[in-house]
Structures are given as structure tokens and as C-alpha cells.
């Protein structure tokens, strides 16, 4: 019984009168990108994007948008939640409401959305709801977060895509991703950060669905 309450309050919702009270100041982070040594939470280049990735676990998200060409600085995080200033002890208890995201600042001159879309989708499993694999909780479901109303309409569109595509490939299940305009983002703890650039033998946890998400032409 124990066993079966952990999981139902790591897989439901918090409201505001059962979410842990956090912090009125932010957790201490990293300053720079532990890779490319850019600033983790800006100044940001002029012209540049953001977008807000949750794949289940960040780690293994992180690396793989780190190394997309046009992708200017990725850090690990929390988001979508209701607690301020969470710390990753707090988000695993499913009392804070937020999922692990990635914050992706890019150029859309050297890369667009959609393609940032696309492997988003194909790099884990969208149907799964709250979890990821072996990876169960509010934690780990999947999400995008975006910033303007253009963004949505986009992301809306490739979650469509994409579902038509899963079910063109003979499946029934169907997408969860969150997807809502962004909210706080919360950067995890400095070890959090380019975690599998520092231990490139640590746990990545992605899995797609061996399904290709549609991108148009012009993309």
C-alpha cells in the first residue's frame, strides 16, 4: 500500500494548497556552460530563441540538443510546476508540479523550430504520460514551453504530425506532451548542468518510438 501511494503522488498533479512552499531565492546554479563556456543565463546573442524541452530525464535530453548545429546554450531545469525555486530533491516528490526541461537558446538562422521539433519528438516516447521509460512521475512527462504565440501554433502542429504519424505506423497510443506557454524556469544544480559531458558514462534514459515526425519543406 506504502509502494502504491509513493506512486500515485509522484504521478498526480499538486494543487497550491498541497505543493511544497519552495524559496524566494533561486538555488545556486553553474555560470557557464561546463562545454562551450557561454553564459548560462545570458546575455544571450542578439536574434537568438528559446524554447523549453521536457524529454524525461534532462541528462540525456541536454547532450543530445547540446550538439544540434544552431543550438547556442542548453542548461538543465525545472518548469511547468507550481513550487518556487524548486531543488531536485523537492521535484522528485511529484509536491512541486514541475517536470525536467531543457532550456535551448538557438539561431534560428542556423536552425529552425521545427527542426528542433522534430528531434524532440523522435528522441523519446510523447505517449507515455507521466513517465519515461523506467523514469515515473509528474518528473518526467513529456513538454514543450514556448515563448510567443507563433511557437505554439508550431509546436500544437507537430504534436499533430506526428501523432498522425504514430498512427499511420500502426499505433494507438496517444501524445501527452504538455504543451503551453512557458511559465518559470528554475536551472537545476550545478551538477545537474551538461551532467553526461562531466560523466560520459552516466544514464541517459531516452527512447524513441522508431517513428519519424513529419517536417515540411520549408524547414
Not at 57 to 74: D, I, K
Not at 182 to 210: I, M, S, V, W
Request: with cysteine; aromatic share 10%; glycine share 10%.
Amino acid at each position: 500500500m506504502f509502494l502504491i501511494d509513493m506512486f500515485n503522488k509522484k504521478t498526480v498533479m499538486p494543487t497550491a494548497e498541497t505543493a511544497l512552499p519552495g524559496r524566494a531565492q533561486p538555488i545556486p546554479t553553474a555560470a557557464t556552460h561546463f562545454i562551450s563556456g557561454a553564459p548560462l543565463k545570458g546575455p544571450y546573442p542578439e536574434g537568438s530563441k528559446t524554447v523549453y524541452l521536457g524529454m524525461g530525464c534532462f541528462w540525456g535530453a541536454e547532450r543530445l540538443l547540446w550538439q544540434m548545429p544552431g543550438v547556442l546554450v542548453t542548461a538543465a531545469g525545472y518548469q511547468g510546476g507550481i513550487t518556487p525555486n524548486p531543488t531536485y530533491q523537492e521535484t522528485v516528490t511529484g509536491l512541486t508540479g514541475h517536470t525536467e526541461v531543457v532550456k535551448v537558446v538557438y539561431d534560428p538562422v542556423h536552425v529552425s523550430l521545427e527542426t528542433l521539433l522534430k528531434t524532440f519528438f523522435e528522441a523519446h516516447d510523447p505517449t507515455q504520460g507521466m513517465r519515461q521509460g523506467n523514469d515515473i512521475g509528474s518528473t518526467y512527462r513529456s513538454a514543450i514551453y514556448v515563448e510567443d504565440e507563433a511557437d505554439l501554433a508550431l509546436a500544437l502542429q507537430m504534436r499533430d504530425r506526428f501523432q498522425a504519424a504514430l498512427a499511420s505506423a500502426g499505433h494507438s497510443s496517444r501524445v501527452t506532451t504538455e504543451i503551453v506557454a512557458a511559465g518559470p524556469f528554475y536551472y537545476a544544480e550545478d551538477y545537474h548542468q551538461q551532467y553526461l559531458a562531466k560523466n560520459p558514462n552516466g544514464y541517459c534514459g531516452l527512447r524513441g518510438t522508431g517513428v519519424s515526425c513529419p517536417i515540411s519543406p520549408a524547414a
